[in-house]
Structure formats: structure tokens, C-alpha cells
């Protein structure tokens, strides 16, 4: 069946697509509140095009570990083309050998993080991430229920707090940042154990920070002040004492109720490699849902 | 080639390129904008074909890209975007070839058509991610990327669709 060029013809057909775009709007503008009848082909998308990601980033994994900041690579460049030419093979072996260091002393510092907090964890690894076209802050592991991933679990990486699971197909996961505008994670502050709530503020850019409000307008957070999570009921989907940020300038508008501080999280969010799942806390650990449940 | 046959080959295309897109262009971001590798296929759609072959191949490869994960978005608005992106572009492209500069163009249009009413689409859901100033940020830097990288993917993928073109238009 050829394509013709008939407007009319067209005009339907755009209509009909633009119709049927809609539609899948409309069945999945719930999303974010409640399930929605598209979660099941979003999970079936998962599941197949997660391995393809899974594959495509082991792939060209050599290439884009390369310290990805194109500003950096361009003034070296210009100092450095002369040297480079003669150099380049060595340069490959030294970087791919950077990567493979840098990434022994993250699972290193992971290795320390789940030890020292008796956390049950699982080593995963960032395999796609959003764009800033799509105006969120969500990536894919590659850890999925067949690993004891879960929806809501927390996922941390070796210098703190990186988001939490919103969905688990086999093999993969989708994992909201907090510095999602989405997301809000409990905080404590750590000098005066205050409570509070982190935002996060959407900025698309690499700038990322997070938005404190405390829940005792009384409390002035201090600059230099470091924010852990204050845990959820059952550790989901945050579990407690994970270390968030740390505060680096403090608002108070006399309009506002609560004193509201910028925290900079500890995680470099566009550098995201190795992560890890939070699946369960070790049995001794000391904490008020684990001591006063009545789990079997 | 049948017709079964093609529709797996641009079925293929598009996945490979949504694939690229979040795997491991993610990783060339330039403060988190990633090239629209698919609108670039959606555009080349409609300089090959035209209007409503475009407009298909717009509505599946938004689909993947609003499914794939880590997509968290609405589904359909990528879909919606890519629709008018193909449709739009098929009906103002000059007939016979289109010039160099008339396809980079043709890029930077779609790539601002393309985010904006995604964009768009998320200020009237209420998106909280979106806001004017993000997507005042966002919507250049996506036009710039996505002409910085026309030159390498344009090409690759006008050949593919010439190649998939039926013989009986020739």
C-alpha cells in the first residue's frame, strides 16, 4: 500500500494519531496518585527494552565512562593535540584502567557503607538515565525483583542518599532522585536533630539542590549543617540515618511559616555509576519499627 | 522488501534509537539535555515520506520513549509531541530535495516544536518538574544539541528510510 500525498487523507490520519495520543494521556494522567490501566505496558516496555539498555550500556561502557565533561576534554585538547596524537593509545588503557580503579574503591565505600550501617543492600549499576527534555530526574538500574528489588526501596550510593525505587520489572528498576521536583524525603538535621522535610527542586541542569523546610519554624538550620533521612515507618521507602546533603544557605521570609534552607546533596547526581539497593536491615540493628514490630 | 519487512526494520530503528538515547547518550548530557535522536528519525521520516508516514512513525517512537524506562512521565506526551513534529514537518518541507540549511533548519524547528509542546503538555497536567523557567532552559539548549549531532544522524537515517522507500515509487 503506497503512501499518497492526499491532504485529506493526511488530515486523518494526523487527527486520528493526534486522537489516539490523547487518549494514552488521558488513561494515564492518574499515574502519579494511583495504578493506571498504561503501568502494565510500561512495565512490559520494561521489561523488554530494560535488557536492551542493560546490554547497550555494558557495550559502550569503555567509551562513556570517560570523565564526561566536555568543557575538560576541550582545553585539553587545545593544550594537549600535539601529545595526544602520540599518546592516544596509552590514554585509552590509562583511563578504562581510572575507571576500573575508581570503580573498585566505590564498591570499596559501598562495601564500608552497608557494613558500618548493617544494611542489607544490593550492588547495582546506573544503565539509562532521564533527559532534561523530559523534565524528571529518574534513571534505570540494573537490579530487578529477581534480585529482591522492590517499588519503594531505598537506593543509596556511596556518599549518600540517591532516590528510591518507584518500579521493579525482572531485571531492571526505575529509580526517582531526590532531587526530582517529586520527590520529598524526611530529614533530620544532624547538629540538632530537628525534623524536616527535603523537596527537591527539579532543576534540570546538573545544579541540582534541595529545598529544607523544617517542621519547627523556631529552628534556624545552620550553614554547614549535615541532613541525614529520618527513616520511614517499616525503612520504606527511606530508610533512617542515610546522609543526605549538607546546608549551604538559609531564607527566612517573614511571610513564610517555616524557615526554609538549601541542602547540597553529598551524591553528584550527573555522574551516577554504582548504586545499591537497600533490601532489608541485618538482624541488631537498633531501630524503633524493627523493636516494636511483632515480626516473626 | 515486503511490507511486514520494513515495518520491522523501522520497528528496529526506533528502539535502537530511543535505546542510544537513554543509555548511553545520558552519559553526553550537557547539563542533563540529551540530542533528540528520535525526533531526528521522526524528521527524516517526513523528509522521505512525508506527512503521514511521519506522523506514524512519530506516534511509535514517542510511545517507546514514553514507556521505555526510566521514563516517569505521562505516557502520551512524547507521542503527542512527535505526532506534530512529523506531521508538521512532512507538510512544510519543499518538495523534491531539500537543501542542507533547509534540513538543518527543518531539525531546529521540530526539536522546538518537539519539546515545547511536551513541554507544554506537562504545564497543563501540572508536572511539577515542568516550569516556564525549566523549560525556558531546557527547550535551546535541546534545539542546539540536536543541530550539533544533524550532521552525523540526519544523514544515517535519510539513507534508511530512502532504502525502506516501496519500489512502486520509484
Redesign the interface.
Given at each position: 500500500m503506497p503512501m499518497t500525498d492526499d491532504p485529506r487523507r493526511s488530515r486523518t490520519v494526523v487527527g486520528l494519531l493526534v486522537l489516539a495520543s490523547i487518549t494514552v494521556l488521558t488513561l494515564d494522567a492518574r499515574h502519579d496518585s494511583s495504578s493506571s490501566p498504561v503501568d502494565a505496558l510500561r512495565t512490559a516496555v520494561g521489561s523488554v527494552l530494560g535488557p536492551v539498555e542493560k546490554s547497550a550500556a555494558a557495550a559502550l561502557q569503555p567509551v562513556t565512562s570517560l570523565p564526561d565533561r566536555f568543557g575538560d576534554v576541550h582545553d585539553l585538547r587545545l593544550d594537549n593535540q600535539r601529545l595526544q596524537a602520540t599518546n592516544r593509545d596509552l590514554h585509552r588503557r590509562l583511563n578504562v584502567a581510572d575507571v576500573i580503579a575508581h570503580r573498585a574503591s566505590e564498591v570499596n565505600g559501598l562495601a564500608r557503607f552497608a557494613d558500618t550501617s548493617r544494611l542489607q543492600v544490593v550492588a547495582a549499576q546506573v544503565i539509562a538515565m532521564g533527559s532534561a527534555q523530559s523534565f524528571s530526574r529518574t534513571v534505570t538500574i540494573d537490579a530487578g525483583t529477581a534480585d529482591g528489588v522492590r517499588t519503594d526501596l531505598t537506593v543509596v550510593d556511596a556518599d549518600g542518599l540517591v532516590g528510591r525505587v518507584l518500579e521493579a520489572t525482572r531485571s531492571t528498576a526505575t529509580v526517582l532522585l531526590i532531587v526530582d521536583a517529586k520527590s520529598t524525603v524526611g530529614g533530620r538535621l544532624g547538629d540538632s536533630m530537628e525534623l524536616g522535610f527535603l523537596d527537591g527542586d527539579g532543576d534540570v541542569g546538573n545544579t541540582s539542590s534541595l529545598g529544607l523546610s523544617l517542621v519547627d519554624h523556631t529552628v534556624t538550620p545552620r550553614v554547614g549543617d549535615s541532613v541525614v533521612t529520618w527513616g520511614s515507618r517499616g525503612s520504606t521507602p527511606y530508610v533512617a540515618d542515610v546522609p543526605v546533603g549538607k546546608v549551604t544557605s538559609v531564607h527566612s521570609s517573614p511571610a513564610e511559616l517555616t524557615q526554609t534552607a538549601q541542602v547540597d546533596p553529598y551524591v553528584d547526581f550527573s555522574s551516577l555509576d554504582l548504586v545499591a539497593v537497600v533490601t532489608g536491615t541485618s538482624p541488631g540493628r537498633s531501630g524503633p519499627d524493627l523493636a516494636a514490630g511483632n515480626a516473626p | 522488501m515486503t511490507?511486514i519487512a520494513r515495518l520491522v526494520v523501522v520497528a528496529a530503528l526506533i528502539?535502537v534509537t530511543?535505546?542510544?538515547?537513554?543509555?548511553?547518550?545520558?552519559?553526553?548530557?550537557?547539563?542533563?539535555?540529551?540530542p533528540?535522536l528520535a525526533l531526528i528519525v521522526v524528521i527524516a521520516a517526513a523528509l522521505v515520506?512525508?506527512?503521514?508516514?511521519a506522523?506514524?512513525v512519530?506516534?511509535a517512537a514517542?510511545?517507546?520513549l514514553?514507556?521505555?524506562?526510566?521514563?516517569?512521565?505521562?505516557?502520551?506526551?512524547?507521542?503527542?509531541s512527535l505526532?506534530?513534529v512529523g506531521?508538521l514537518t512532512?507538510?512544510t518541507k519543499p518538495d523534491g530535495e531539500t537543501s542542507v540549511p533547509g534540513k538543518v533548519t527543518m531539525v531546529a524547528a521540530g526539536a522546538f516544536i518537539g519539546?515545547s509542546v511536551?513541554?507544554l503538555?506537562?504545564l497543563v497536567?501540572g508536572?511539577?518538574?515542568?516550569?516556564v523557567g525549566?523549560?525556558l532552559?531546557?527547550v535551546p539548549?535541546?534545539v542546539v544539541y540536536d543541530v550539533v549531532v544533524t550532521p552525523v544522524w540526519l544523514p544515517l537515517v535519510l539513507l534508511l528510510f530512502r532504502r525502506l522507500q516501496?519500489a512502486?515509487?520509484w
Amino acid at each position: 500500500m503506497p503512501m499518497t500525498d492526499d491532504p485529506r487523507r493526511s488530515r486523518t490520519v494526523v487527527g486520528l494519531l493526534v486522537l489516539a495520543s490523547i487518549t494514552v494521556l488521558t488513561l494515564d494522567a492518574r499515574h502519579d496518585s494511583s495504578s493506571s490501566p498504561v503501568d502494565a505496558l510500561r512495565t512490559a516496555v520494561g521489561s523488554v527494552l530494560g535488557p536492551v539498555e542493560k546490554s547497550a550500556a555494558a557495550a559502550l561502557q569503555p567509551v562513556t565512562s570517560l570523565p564526561d565533561r566536555f568543557g575538560d576534554v576541550h582545553d585539553l585538547r587545545l593544550d594537549n593535540q600535539r601529545l595526544q596524537a602520540t599518546n592516544r593509545d596509552l590514554h585509552r588503557r590509562l583511563n578504562v584502567a581510572d575507571v576500573i580503579a575508581h570503580r573498585a574503591s566505590e564498591v570499596n565505600g559501598l562495601a564500608r557503607f552497608a557494613d558500618t550501617s548493617r544494611l542489607q543492600v544490593v550492588a547495582a549499576q546506573v544503565i539509562a538515565m532521564g533527559s532534561a527534555q523530559s523534565f524528571s530526574r529518574t534513571v534505570t538500574i540494573d537490579a530487578g525483583t529477581a534480585d529482591g528489588v522492590r517499588t519503594d526501596l531505598t537506593v543509596v550510593d556511596a556518599d549518600g542518599l540517591v532516590g528510591r525505587v518507584l518500579e521493579a520489572t525482572r531485571s531492571t528498576a526505575t529509580v526517582l532522585l531526590i532531587v526530582d521536583a517529586k520527590s520529598t524525603v524526611g530529614g533530620r538535621l544532624g547538629d540538632s536533630m530537628e525534623l524536616g522535610f527535603l523537596d527537591g527542586d527539579g532543576d534540570v541542569g546538573n545544579t541540582s539542590s534541595l529545598g529544607l523546610s523544617l517542621v519547627d519554624h523556631t529552628v534556624t538550620p545552620r550553614v554547614g549543617d549535615s541532613v541525614v533521612t529520618w527513616g520511614s515507618r517499616g525503612s520504606t521507602p527511606y530508610v533512617a540515618d542515610v546522609p543526605v546533603g549538607k546546608v549551604t544557605s538559609v531564607h527566612s521570609s517573614p511571610a513564610e511559616l517555616t524557615q526554609t534552607a538549601q541542602v547540597d546533596p553529598y551524591v553528584d547526581f550527573s555522574s551516577l555509576d554504582l548504586v545499591a539497593v537497600v533490601t532489608g536491615t541485618s538482624p541488631g540493628r537498633s531501630g524503633p519499627d524493627l523493636a516494636a514490630g511483632n515480626a516473626p | 522488501m515486503t511490507r511486514i519487512a520494513r515495518l520491522v526494520v523501522v520497528a528496529a530503528l526506533i528502539v535502537v534509537t530511543v535505546t542510544v538515547q537513554v543509555s548511553i547518550f545520558s552519559h553526553f548530557s550537557l547539563s542533563g539535555v540529551v540530542p533528540d535522536l528520535a525526533l531526528i528519525v521522526v524528521i527524516a521520516a517526513a523528509l522521505v515520506r512525508g506527512p503521514d508516514y511521519a506522523a506514524a512513525v512519530g506516534f511509535a517512537a514517542g510511545l517507546v520513549l514514553d514507556l521505555a524506562p526510566p521514563a516517569d512521565h505521562t505516557a502520551g506526551r512524547w507521542a503527542l509531541s512527535l505526532v506534530l513534529v512529523g506531521y508538521l514537518t512532512g507538510l512544510t518541507k519543499p518538495d523534491g530535495e531539500t537543501s542542507v540549511p533547509g534540513k538543518v533548519t527543518m531539525v531546529a524547528a521540530g526539536a522546538f516544536i518537539g519539546t515545547s509542546v511536551f513541554a507544554l503538555t506537562g504545564l497543563v497536567l501540572g508536572d511539577p518538574g515542568v516550569t516556564v523557567g525549566s523549560a525556558l532552559q531546557v527547550v535551546p539548549r535541546a534545539v542546539v544539541y540536536d543541530v550539533v549531532v544533524t550532521p552525523v544522524w540526519l544523514p544515517l537515517v535519510l539513507l534508511l528510510f530512502r532504502r525502506l522507500q516501496p519500489a512502486e515509487r520509484w
